[in-house]
């Protein structure tokens, strides 16, 4: 599985959007991106996860290059809730030896 | 649509015990997998199962060792516990496994060797 790498923090306002960047340079064309987040104490959470096109949930919208060798994780109105560490993982198609970083910690502030 | 559940949620043992872990994933996975947390190395993935085989394994020790049951019910066991061993160790499921399939984890249990 592909490695990423994420600035170590970050901030952000409440009420603005979050944007967090992930790069995963080495990529293969069976390796989809998956964004998690962590509150502290409690397990990850699922976020949302793309292949190649962009994708939105109700949390959040992935924006991948077209070279799908970055993305951007948005979090369109960051409220205080959404202060937590958010991994960048890619995972291929078959056998789940997911490999998680060290994820970017996002302080948002009132 | 109830989530991933590990049991129990804290644990205390000394070293040179055993200890296994819990984890009933969500109604209709059949993926389970697991993995250590702790502050210095993080996440990091020890086995996965699927219809009662062991599918996938990360760079653990033959001391850490896994088993799923016909209702996709999965338990973790540690024996011979060290001092190292301390950590968050959480449980997550999926459908298949498949990579377009996301995981979903539970809050963990967190194991704490004296």
């Known amino acids: 599985d592909a490695k990423t790498t994420q600035p170590p923090s970050m901030d952000c306002a409440e009420g603005r959007a979050a944007n967090l960047p992930c790069n995963h340079s080495t990529i293969s064309g069976n390796e989809y991106v998956y964004w998690y987040r962590q509150i502290h104490s409690q397990g990850p959470q699922y976020i949302i996860h793309?292949?190649?096109n962009n994708e939105t949930n109700e949390m959040a919208s992935l924006i991948i290059t077209e070279d799908r060798k970055s993305s951007t994780l948005i979090l369109p109105h960051a409220t205080l809730r959404d202060t937590a560490v958010y991994y960048c993982?890619?995972?291929?198609?078959?056998?789940?030896?997911?490999?998680f970083g060290a994820g970017t910690r996002l302080f948002v502030k009132a | 649509k109830a989530g991933v559940t590990q049991t129990p949620r804290y644990l205390i043992k000394t070293r040179g015990q055993q200890v296994t872990l819990s984890c009933s994933p969500i109604s209709g996975h059949r993926s389970v997998s697991w993995y250590q947390q702790t502050p210095g190395q993080g996440l990091q993935f020890l086995f996965e199962y699927f219809s009662e085989t062991q599918r996938n394994k990360g760079n653990f020790p033959g001391r850490f060792s896994g088993r799923q049951f016909s209702n996709s019910r999965s338990e973790m066991n540690v024996s011979t516990l060290e001092l190292g061993d301390s950590a968050l160790y959480l449980c997550?499921?999926?459908?298949?496994?498949?990579?377009?399939?996301?995981?979903?984890f539970g809050d963990g249990t967190r194991l704490s060797i004296l």
């Open positions: 997550a499921s999926s459908l298949e496994g498949g990579g377009n399939q996301p995981q979903h």
């Open positions: 993982i890619v995972r291929n198609t078959g056998g789940f030896k997911t490999i």
């Open positions: 793309g292949l190649k």
